[in-house]
């Protein structure tokens, strides 16, 4: 089993992404912090929609990018404010988080 762990984070990203895909309304988005640069992160970007990923949908996801959940790690939800500089009103971001580990035998 490996013993590497990375964080995965989660969020729904209001305006829309352009990467790995443009999207032109809200999506979540999931990615595995890893060393490097940010743009080569292993990323998921679900269709458009503000509806949380279901449990399931956050599985496989992480096991399309060839990772799964780290033995006992949980889900961990955080809210904060979305940042100012954003052209609609000030909203409440929620952020989920979990520690992964790397598919024995790569991506599924």
Known sequence: MSKQVFGAQMSLRCCGTTVPERTDGPCWQLYVAMSGLVSEWPTFTWPTTSEVPTLDQRRNALEYLGFVLADGAE??????????????????????????????????
């Not at 904060?80 to 909203?91: A, E, M, N, S």
């Open 75 to 108: 889900w961990e939800w955080t809210e904060c404010t979305g940042p100012d500089y954003h052209p609609h009103p000030v909203q409440v971001l929620l952020l989920g988080a979990v520690k992964v580990r790397p598919l024995e035998n790569g991506a599924a």
